[in-house]
């Protein structure tokens, strides 16, 4: 049962060939024996946890159940949920207890499904490594030397370790795709403005996006349709009608037209990565699919605009966090101003301190120009190089990350080395479009590599689609490390 | 461009971030990094463009203006680092 999809788990439930509570428990004694190995959850609370899912079985046996009642899940330490430590992977909110629950929370509650625990990640989100928790380096499971990808790092090992069988993400950079590439899971980020962010601990606000993260891509739909929704309290929520993410998994992708930009496929990609996209793109042909050369010219230019934008957002949101409503406060200080440039100096790790510093800078008095808006104009520079690409293309295919994941410790003391290997991330949340991570084969190492599918606004259930048409000629998705 | 130590203890301080004088040595040489890595846009015509804030360029809604919040003061300050009769209790400010 641990290898089970959610789908094979709902039916199971339904079927009441296994119970909630005795799935709960299955999950737990796995996280209990693996947990302390690869550090993928900072909170499990078996109590918490048993509970939700006596109440899922009671709502069963009451003839209330929906398609996921009961089903487990694991959530990224960023979504405020009411009673749970929501400490984003940082020092500053380690004795935070969200008094409320995010929006995504509130859905998947309704929706039965039950918290397995609460994954670790990167600091406020900010990495590409889970290198910068303050509860610890996350390891991935298919080789403990190696990075499990960031920020969603814990999310994507506890799927790849079948410690749950989906995970909550969320994805300012590629935060989502890249760890599940790392993982050799699926995961996908929504248009901007799908998901809400009310309750996501908010890091850069014009890019964060929350999303699914499962063994397939069927799996991926399914919780996309319970996560998605307008939400009248994020600013940014896009009032839309309700869409079923599952409606064209299973359209044939003839005359699909595939677009692989050049910029993507040049010097900077391992050999491993490009062996593994180009046999996945066959695959595709195989399915009737057309491949088409695109460009997208600025590709370079996302590194510079997102580590301006990001930091400037970051820097303006974290200024909240100054010891006096939530949060860590400094023992000792001499006076208000010292209590706050204490508190924060304890509170924040060293990488989230240097994205604070970055945005303080650029926004500074004299520099706004040259920097932030700059970066606005190069942010347009590059969604309008998407535009013109799927005049071409259905979708864009190409790598998640230029390498397999990397050992950790390999970049962590060179941030510069670090934010380049965002390089096939980053534009699509600047855009705002929605990405996807397949699992598509691995390196002579034998750590997964993921395909990227990048989608115009609102083709998530196409992306879905053809990811889900690849599923089903291929196992990469299914195969699961030895643990 | 490059920052001198100086101006990373002006940042830190505009951040309300304490730092020591060893931090900023660090940090200072992270920084300039950094920036070597962002003035590569500065080579880029970006004349006539016109700056990009939000994917869908959608003008943001106004609500209506009546009171939607309920009073969750004490669960709110349940978790305040120090607070008495429903304040937030910091430093004295004013002598």
């Not at chain 1, 600013?235 to 037209?257: M, V």
């Not at chain 1, 993507?264 to 793109?281: P, T």
């Not at chain 1, 924060?344 to 004299?366: D, M, N, W």
Request: one cysteine or more.
């Amino acid at each position: 049962m641990i290898n089970a999809t959610l789908k094979e788990l709902s039916a199971a439930l339904a079927a009441k060939s296994v119970s909630s509570v005795e799935l709960a428990g299955q999950y737990l004694d796995r996280i209990a024996a693996l947990n302390p190995a690869l550090n993928a959850f900072i909170t499990v609370d078996a109590g918490k946890t048993l509970a939700e899912a006596a109440a899922a079985d009671a709502a069963r046996a009451a003839g209330q159940a929906g398609l996921l009642t009961g089903v487990p899940l694991a959530v990224k330490d960023i979504f405020c949920q009411q009673g749970w430590k929501t400490s984003c992977g940082s020092k500053m909110l380690d004795n935070f207890i969200a008094p409320y629950d995010a929006h995504v929370i509130e859905r998947v509650r309704a929706a039965g499904l039950v918290t397995i625990g609460r994954t670790n990640m990167d600091e406020f989100a900010m990495g590409s490594a889970n290198e910068n928790s303050y509860y610890g380096a996350v390891k991935n499971p298919w080789d403990l030397a190696a990075i499990p990808g960031g920020s969603s790092g814990g999310s994507a090992a506890a799927v790849a370790a079948r410690l749950a069988p989906a995970a909550l993400g969320t994805d300012t950079g590629g935060s989502i795709r890249q760890p599940a590439s790392h993982c050799g899971i699926t995961g996908i980020k929504p248009t901007y403005g799908v998901v809400s962010r009310y309750g996501m601990v908010a890091f850069a606000s014009s890019l964060d996006q929350g999303g699914p993260m499962a063994q397939t891509a069927e799996d991926c739909a399914l919780l996309l349709n319970t996560m998605a929704g307008f939400d009248g309290r994020d600013s940014t929520s896009l009032e839309r009608p309700t869409e079923d993410y599952t409606r064209e998994l299973n359209n044939s992708l003839a005359g699909l037209k595939v677009g692989l930009p050049k910029e993507y496929f040049a010097a900077g990609l391992s050999a491993d990565v490009a062996r593994v996209v180009d046999a996945a793109v066959a695959e595709l042909k195989k399915l009737g699919a057309e491949v088409v050369e695109v460009s997208l010219p600025n590709t370079e230019l996302s590194i510079p605009a997102y580590y301006v934008i990001a930091p400037a957002e970051a820097s303006s949101n974290l200024s909240r966090y100054d010891g006096v409503r939530y949060g860590h406060r400094a023992a000792q200080y001499k006076d208000l101003a010292d209590m706050y440039e204490k508190s924060r100096a304890e509170g924040f790790g060293s990488e989230v301190k240097r994205r604070i510093l970055v945005g303080t800078y650029v926004l500074s008095h004299g520099y706004y120009d040259a920097y932030y808006l700059k970066a606005q104009k190069v942010r347009r520079l590059i969604a309008d190089d998407f535009k013109r690409a799927f005049e071409q293309c259905d979708v864009i295919l190409g790598p998640v990350a230029p390498t397999a994941a990397f050992n950790i410790g390999e970049k962590s003391n060179d941030p510069v080395e670090m934010y380049l290997s965002d390089i096939y991330t980053l534009s699509v949340n600047l855009a705002g479009l929605p990405g996807m991570s397949v699992p598509a084969g691995f390196a002579a190492n034998g750590r997964p590599i993921g395909l990227q599918i990048i989608g115009n606004y609102f083709s998530e259930a196409k992306m879905l689609n053809v990811a889900h048409q690849f599923q089903q000629v291929t196992d990469w998705h299914r195969q699961a490390p030895a643990l | 461009m490059s920052l001198t130590h100086q101006d990373v203890a002006r940042i830190a301080r505009l951040a309300r971030i304490a730092v020591t004088d060893e931090e900023i040595a660090a940090t200072g040489a992270q920084l300039n990094n950094i920036f070597g890595l962002i003035e590569k846009m500065q080579a880029v015509n970006t004349d006539g463009i016109e700056p990009m804030a939000h994917p869908q360029d959608v003008s943001l809604r106004l609500r209506d203006d009546v009171v939607t919040e309920t009073d969750r003061r004490e669960a709110f300050q349940a978790v305040a680092p120090q607070v008495a009769a429903g304040l937030f209790l910091v430093p004295k400010v004013i002598e």
